[in-house]
Every structure is written in C-alpha cells, then in structure tokens.
C-alpha cells in the first residue's frame, strides 16, 4: 500500500492519531489502531532493536515457565465487573449505560444485515436510533472504539464501561517509558505464555537492574524507577485485552484462525453436481486402540455432505486406496478429489489411480486446513459427538500442554503428532462398526450447508447420470501397487522384467523387447505381475518360474516363437505397404532433382591472366620436347623415337578427331529416362536393337563410368546375366561395322 492510501485509510477508519513532534510535522498512529500484520511487525522490528542492544540474560537465570490457562481468571474478572456495575452511580453509570446503549444499537444493526463500519457512520449521522442523553454525552464513535468497548465487556464486565478515570490508562510507569512498554512488548511476542513474574523477573536480569532504577543509559531521560511485579502484572493483563486477536495469534494459531480468521465465504457455492468434488484427510491425532495405534482416514462428497470413514494401522496409500475404493464401488467416480499434501496422498500409487479413472487431484497448500473446510467439519462433528461419550474415552488435549505444543513452528509440527485419543477397550473392527453406524445417522441428520436437507435427501433428489464402474474386478487391479519408479520396467532379452529379484516372463512379451511397459503386483502374491503398454493398454500377466514352477525353458521357446512371428508379420505388413514405391535409383533421383533444381554454372573469369611457375614450364618443354642444351633434342626422328620423343605432329600427320558423343534425344529429359527406354523397348519387348540405340548405350557408358544404382535396379528388373548380357552385346554393337545385323531379344519372364 502506497502512503497515500494508508492515509486515505487511516482516515476513512479514523485511526487513534496525534501530531508527530519534530520537523517534518505529519500525525503518529497509535499501535492499536493499525492492521494485525503491521503491529506484529513494528513490535518485531522494536524488540529487535532493544535486544540487540542490551546485554545477554545472566547464565542463572530461571527457566522460562508457561502461564497457566487464564480462562478462569477472565471469567472471574468479568462477573465482578459485572457485578460492580450495578453499584454505579452517577457520571461513571451514564458513561457506561451510554456505551452499553451504542454497543446494543450496532448489534442490532448488525442483525439486521449491516456491519460494523456502516452502523458506526449511521450512528455519527443521526440515522440510528438512541436516546438523547447517550447522543448528548458520546455523539460521536469511531469502529475501534467499538470493538475496544466490547473487548472490554467480554474481559473485565459491563463496568469497564464506566472507564478508570481516577487512574487513566496510559498514565502508569510502564506507559510513561516507552523503553519498558517495547521490552515487555518483545517479551510477550517469544513468551507470549510467560507468567507475569518471569516477565518482571526478565527485565531486572536483562538490563541487570536493581530494585530501585533503570541505568540511565536505557531509561533515556533521566532514571526510570523500576516497575512492580504487581504494575507489570496489571499492564500485561490489559495488553493481552486490548490486543486479544494478535495475543491468540502468537499463542495458539490454531485457535486464532478457529476463532478470528475470516471466513464470510461459502466454500461449496461453486458445487452444483454430485460427485463434482470429493474431499480427502486424516484424523490430526491417532486413536490409540486395543491393538495399537490407528488412523481414521474420510472422504465426503461436497455436494451431497455424505462422508466415510476408514480405520487403519497407519495412514498409508494402500489405506487411502481402500477408502477410494469403498466410495468409488458405492458413489461412482468423481471429478474432483482434493486431498492433503501429506504423502500418503501425493503417492505414486493413488496418483496413478487416479490418472487411471481421469480424476483431477487438487492438492492442498502445507498448512492450510481451510482449503479444504468441508472433511475438516465433519472430523471436528465427529470427534465431538457421540465419540466423547464412549467407555475410556480420555478427551481432545491436555490444556496447557497442546496449547503451547499448538503455538510451535509448523515445521516442527509436521513431524510432532498430537497426543492420541485412548480408546483402549475397542480394537479397530469395533471401532470400524461404530464409524459406520455412525455415518449412516449421519446421512439422515439435516445440515444447514444443504438447506435443511440431509445427504440422503440430496442424493435421492439427483436425477442426472452418476459416472460408474462398469466392472468392479478392474478396480481391483488398478488398486494395485506398483514397484520403484512408479512401476516402469524395462522388457529386456535376457530375462524379460525384474521386480524386487524376481525375473518374470510370458510369452507376449516378446513383442516388447526393450519397450518400457508399467507392472502392477499384489506383495503378498509375488508370482505374478501384470503388464501394461505405455498407452495403458494391458500386455499379460508376467510370471516368475521359481515361484509357480513353470519351465524357463519352455517360457523362453514360447516367448522366442512369438517374437519370431511377430518379426515376420511385421516384415510382411512393411513389404505390403512399401508395394508400388521403388526407392532403388533414390540417389540418381536426388541427384537429378538437384541439378534440374540448381544447375552449377560459373561465369568465365574476366580478362584472365595467364599463370605459370617454373615447374609449369618445365613441362610444357618436355611436351615439346625440348632439352636444357637448347631448343629442340639435335636427334633424328628414329633416336627420338626410340627414346620416347616425339616431334609435335603436323597438320596433315595429325590423326582425326574422335566422332563427338551422339546427342541425348530430344524425347528424353536425361540419360536415364532414354535408357529405360531403350531397354524397355529392346530388352524387355523383344525389339531389334538399332543403331541408334547401341550408339546411345555406348554413350550412357562413356558418360557414367559406373553407374551402379542404375545397374542394380536392372538387374532386379530383368535378372543380372540376362541384362549384362544385352548391355555387352549393345556396346560392340556400337563398335562394329555398320552392316551388321540387328541384334533381337526375345521377351521372357525375370
């Protein structure tokens, strides 16, 4: 929040203020009037200060001791309040008939669907009604003094109305030396438990105090006399009532948010199905039974409040499985389960039962019970209830005791359980039988949350489909654990899938070698496991041959046959798709698409510049047979011959140039679609080969040395002795005189 809008706030709620002194001006807020939060912090930061800044608690200090339960001492301080008050007489009676007056008028507002803050403003205008001699004394109230005034009441009677003007708050030594306020304050923010005495006795060992005075050096101006035991005792007594939200929320947060958290909302608004949300927990402290220690693990249903319960040994996943179950066989499945962040619910296992039955799990925040309000109301029905009227039941807590326990870090608590309920003369299948008959008169109880109706009534009147199990025994296998790593297993060639040392095999799995497939298994029946793909569909049921006495041997044929099969059925069905499409010249192909797509031509080099090293030159004369003695060798034609010379040949010595390479027919788009053509034409229908068509092979074969792509696809086409054959033949039919015979290939099968 911006200052600004602090300042709006305080305004709007008229906050306790007065002139700050000093440069600057501006109004200081008085702590009471301030937010929760912000007390707390501002007292934090203080104490902080004055610790850090005082010497160490002397080793022979006592033990801090907790302060006994104060609730008697309340109750007693407001009946005699309450009985002075009738013996008030004059101004003191009318200061406090005025307040009652108020204090019932915004009550009644309140009853009428009003608030606090809008009575109060109602009051200030003149809009609520009171009589003149109350508008005459107190015309004008602020939302704080309300609540302070019924504070009061509740703490110390009708009489605390009448207000201590012969010794006005504020005015004690304590109030009049911040120092000692802000160190008690600090005090009670650690031990908010503390007896007065340890608090009094705190302060002469913090500061190494006397009975006489406060060193000056920490009194500020001047010294401070010491306060009593008796002062120090009255001014944390009227701390803990005037901050009785915040004293609830340092000592036992539990009860603070039972009795001053907020809750106006209406959890299950958004609830409009049945089945649309179920709520899952465990009972906060175990029932010690005949036969040990149990858990009692619920589940209710939020739209219809119909609930279950389930006692346990331990509360385990298997236990909250059993409970799923149970509800799902009797209710259907849900949309929705909420459940706690405990482990027992975040488990591998129910997490993959319910991924199995699409359920959305909602996980709770760590210590926020209010996430999940409903199950938490039906626990505290259900303890409270006829639970406490049962032989050898020992009661809740043990007052001072689980307060103090209440007040530790929720960090600690986590691992800490509550003291357990004593129920020694039940064993859990008593214990069993009286949840349920319990629950069943549950059912046909009417609740306030569904309008006067009773869950029975709400699921009666549901005329919708209700999402149900079609088969009960496939929840029973899905109910099963699966083991480490969520229960992924590896299918291997060796001994097909390992669990806890066992090796277990079927035949189907062959087809799954070295796929991941998921195991369920029951740990009390270890000869088998089930076996599922990773879509979820189920493989076989996998067994362990040491345990069933079934053949290795024989498994591991059976497994082998399947395999084999399942090879070849798989080759067949990639043959049958594969039928039509030839990828044999799909290197041809490519190459060709690229050089139509692409082709590489490079621009001549302008004005190019002729290159040469000594090395070039010296071969360019040994082409032309020059010597290092001169120009030319000085030997006859015969010696140079017989050396290896030669004289370059003349004009009409010079033999003639080889015919050029016959053009690729314009009816081609290149030289593979002419040479199926060609053989196509000659080899495969039998037609004489021409001239024409031997000169075109004899080219193919002067432009591709070795085109074997192109060779592999004819030989599969026309059988390898059968094609080389016509390929021989039509190269030296290239190369001989023109006046031989056509050469003609009979059409036979490949």
Known sequence: MSKAGFIKMAARKEYRTR???????????????????????????????????????????????????????????????????????????????????????????????????TAVVDYNAGRLAASPATRALIPEVSVSTVHRWGWRIHGYG???LAGRYGNRAGSGIIDRHPQLAAALRAFLLDYPHAQPARAHEWLRARY??????????????????????????????????????????????????????????????????????????????????????????????????????HVSKTSRAAAVAHLLKNALLDWGVPEIAKTDNGQDYVSHHIGRILQALDIEQQISAPFCPWQKPHIERFFRSFSHDLLELMPGYLGHNVADREALRAREQFSDRLFVKNRPVELLHLDAPALQDFCDRWTAAYHARPHRGLKGKTPLERVAAWREPVRALP??????????????NDGWRTVTKSYG?????????????????????????????????????????????????ELTGTSRQALTAAAK??????????????????????????????????????????????????????????????????????VGTGFTPEQAKALGYLDPPTPEDAPPPPPPPPAIPTAYANWFEGMRDVIHRTL??????????????????????????????????????????????AIDRAHAPRDAAPIAHQRTAS
């Open 208 to 309: 190494d105090l006397d009975w006489d005075a406060l060193p000056a050096d920490i009194a500020g101006d001047g010294p401070i006399p010491m306060p009593s035991l008796k002062t120090v005792a009255r001014w944390i007594d009227r701390w803990k009532q005037e901050n009785a939200e915040l004293y609830a929320c340092l000592s036992n947060p539990d009860h603070w948010k039972n009795k001053y958290m907020i809750g106006w909302g209406d959890a299950s608004a958004h609830i409009l199905r049945l089945n649309q949300v179920w709520e899952f927990d465990s009972t906060p402290a175990d029932v010690m039974l005949k036969d040990g220690r149990h858990s009692i693990i619920g589940v209710i249903d939020l739209y219809s409040r119909r609930a279950k319960l």
């Open 158 to 160: 009708l009489a605390s």
């Open 19 to 117: 002139p700050r002194q000093g440069r600057g001006g501006g109004l200081e807020y008085h702590l009471s009037s301030l937010p929760l939060p912000a007390q707390e912090a501002l007292m934090r930061a203080e104490s902080r200060e004055i610790l850090a800044a005082a010497p160490p608690i002397p080793s022979n200090s006592r033990e801090l001791q907790p302060v006994q339960d104060d609730a008697a001492l309340i109750a007693a301080r407001k009946a005699e309040g309450d009985a002075k008050a009738a013996q008030l007489r004059g101004a003191a009676q009318a200061r406090m008939d005025a307040k009652r007056e108020i204090l019932a008028v915004v009550e009644a507002a309140k009853r009428a669907g009003s608030n606090v803050e």
């Open 497 to 545: 899938v390992r669990v806890d040392s066992f090796e277990y095999m079927t035949p189907e799995l062959g087809l799954h070698v070295g796929q991941r497939v998921r195991v369920l298994y029951d740990p009390e029946a270890a000869d088998l496991i089930y076996c599922f793909d990773a879509k979820g569909g189920f493989i076989a049921t996998a067994e362990c041959p």
């Open 684 to 729: 495969g229908d039998g037609e004489p080969l021409s001239d024409a068509d031997a000169a075109y092979v004899a080219a193919f074969y002067e432009d591709h040395p070795n085109p074997r792509t192109f060779e592999a696809q004819m030989n599969a086409d026309y059988g390898a002795a059968r094609f080389h054959a016509w390929k021989r033949a």
């Open 471 to 484: 088969d009960p025994r496939v929840l029973d296998l899905l109910l099963l654990e699966a083991p480490g």
């Open 561 to 630: 046959a399947v395999q084999l099969q399942g090879m070849r059925d798989r080759k067949r069905e990639a043959r049958r798709e594969a039928r039509g499409i030839s990828t044999r010249d799909a290197l041809e192909v490519i190459l060709a698409a690229r050089e139509q797509a692409a082709p590489v031509v490079f621009p001549p080099a302008a004005d190019p510049e002729t290159y040469t090293t000594a090395h070039l030159d010296g071969a360019a004369a040994a082409l032309r047979g020059d010597s290092a003695l001169g």
